[in-house]
């Protein structure tokens, strides 16, 4: 292993190279999270706020401002899930050089079109990451472009560094950091930079449960591959680290917890209604992790990286939902009303004097066990907790012309 492929000293210089053009972003300090993971303190590293949506123009930026007229004479080509094709691109547009990123098609589309407004050129390749990222060496072989790593590079894992030097300024009695695992490159430079400083910090890196190669790869002392990812959180969603991120990784992180989905979705409802806070699945993925049950923050002074949050507005929304579910918030019931649409309003009237929230109210597909004479109604409700939802239920039933049929509370 190579303790020193990226030093401190490397990071600090990567700080004075990206000064000029990245945020200090805040560091955001939420009770709610402290009192529901059971931390002395916490804190939110706002990346989501930085330029571009996320962290990752830090060691673009510091990568592309390091190339030679040569390699900026080529241009740049990058393979990204979204953000770092966001990182590139601005890169390129502040540095004068022509870039190309390669997304996979899961990428969501305001991650595509952010990217094209920074003046890159995107091509859409490859079912999952991985697929863009051989495209993409393919394609640097061929033109002569240089290929910028997303994250397998020291000048990017010291980019991505800067964030554990503005930690340590922001909170320097700092106990556990945590930090999600895609490739590896924003843990790795962290994690260096908080070693470091202090060897007692904990580093803690937190995957999807559908992406979950970290553990077992840290674990062996080898990398492990998987062959496929399923997980809502696409920004980490690669199937592996490599030679530089690994080889760092073994030295500066203490542990990694995977979480589901649903928990990734409940962190971003919590950040929404909490902080005011629009994050990603990745972004909000260290958060679900601080409040599993899985890590143990019992009295420590916690930061968690709220690594980006290039959304779209409609994943957004179901990922709320999806988390107010989980938080048995929400219910979605199947209602059988007579007199459509005058009905309707008298729905609504008691939604509204339960004092809950009427998200959806649609026509739904009849089926052959509905009653012909009824029409079959969708609604969608929120409340402040099951209890509240099941009152507003029970008002609806009671309600003339109006029948409960069937509902779903997570």
Request: proline share 3%; with cysteine.
């Amino acid at each position: 292993m190579t303790a020193d492929r990226v030093t401190l000293a490397d990071v600090e210089a990567a700080r004075e190279r990206i000064a000029d053009v990245v945020h200090r972003t805040p560091l955001d300090t939420s009770r709610t999270f402290a009192e529901l993971s059971g931390a002395a303190s916490v804190g939110l590293k706002l990346e989501n706020v930085q330029r571009t949506g996320s962290f990752k123009i830090r060691g673009a930026y510091n990568k592309m401002s390091q190339l030679s007229a040569a390699e900026r004479e080529a241009g740049v080509i990058s393979s990204s899930a979204g953000n770092h094709a966001q990182g590139v691109a601005l890169a390129g547009q502040l540095l004068d050089i022509e870039t190309t990123i390669v997304v996979p098609e899961v990428t969501p589309a305001a991650k595509i079109e952010a990217t094209r407004g920074y003046g890159a050129e995107v091509v859409v390749e490859g079912d999952i990451y991985e697929r863009s990222y051989e495209y993409a060496t393919e394609r640097a072989a061929e033109t002569g472009e240089t290929f910028v790593h997303p994250f397998d590079d020291e000048a990017i894992v010291a980019g991505q560094g800067t964030i554990g030097l503005e930690l340590l300024e922001q909170s320097p009695d700092l106990d556990t950091v945590l930090v999600a695992i895609g490739g590896g490159g924003l843990i790795s430079g962290i994690g260096t930079v908080l070693k470091a400083s202090d060897p007692d910090i904990r580093v803690v890196g937190v995957q999807p449960e559908g992406a979950a190669h970290a553990k077992p790869s840290l674990e062996a002392g080898e990398i492990r591959e998987l062959t496929d990812v399923d997980t809502v959180a696409e920004g980490i969603a690669d199937t592996r680290m490599l030679e530089t991120t690994f080889e760092i990784a073994c030295e500066v992180v203490d542990d990694v917890v995977a979480v589901s989905d649903r928990e990734i979705a409940t962190a971003v409802a919590l950040l929404a209604e909490r902080a005011k806070t629009v994050a990603e699945g990745a972004g909000a993925a260290p958060l679900a992790a601080a409040l599993s049950d899985e890590t143990d923050l019992e009295g420590e002074r916690v930061a968690v990286v709220i690594s980006g949050g290039n959304v779209n507005l409609t994943e957004h929304a179901e990922l709320t939902r999806t988390g107010l579910h989980e938080l048995e918030r929400y219910v979605e019931a199947r209602l059988a009303v007579a007199g459509w649409p005058g009905t309707v309003g008298d729905v609504a009237d008691v939604v509204e004097a339960e004092g809950a929230e009427l998200d959806v109210l649609e026509r739904a597909r009849r089926t052959a066990v509905d009653d012909p004479n009824r029409v079959p109604v969708t609604v969608g409700l929120e409340g402040s907790g099951p209890d509240h939802l099941d009152g507003v239920l029970e008002e609806l039933d009671a309600l003339e012309g109006v029948s409960v049929l069937e509902r779903s509370l997570a």
